[in-house]
């Protein structure tokens, strides 16, 4: 925990860091959330088809998944959705003529949720 997943249009590859806002990101949940650092997890997960409307050019998706154990109140996770979506504006700079379409969701995780590690 937290775990965290970014699915995004491959054509935004090229001009998005991932790895700086995965390490901007871990660090914001540690300060808004109280997640430990080791703890934090990111994947990306980069998307071939992109449809926006009846568009299938000039679009780009991004939508962040944050999965927290429970326990946080509203406020915080607000804090933690428009941090991310500052972040995101940091490190992806779309080519021009690219409508970009960013999201992003805190949630509970389930109370089934277990993990390990080896």
Do not use: N, W
Request: aromatic share 6%; with cysteine; proline share 7%.
């Amino acid at each position: 925990m937290p775990q965290i997943t970014v699915d995004y249009s491959a054509r935004l590859a090229d001009d998005f860091d991932r790895p700086g806002f995965a390490q901007a990101l871990h660090a914001a949940t540690v300060e808004i959330a109280a997640a430990k650092p080791p703890a934090c997890k990111t994947q990306f997960r980069p998307t071939e088809d992109t449809v926006v409307g009846p568009d299938t050019d000039g679009h780009g998706v991004v939508h962040i998944h944050i999965g927290l154990l429970a326990g946080r109140t509203e406020e915080t996770k607000a804090r933690l959705t428009e941090t991310a979506l500052e972040l995101l504006r940091q490190h992806l700079k779309p080519a021009e003529g690219l409508a970009l379409h960013a999201s992003a969701e805190v949630r509970d995780l389930d109370p089934s949720y277990r993990k390990f590690e080896i």
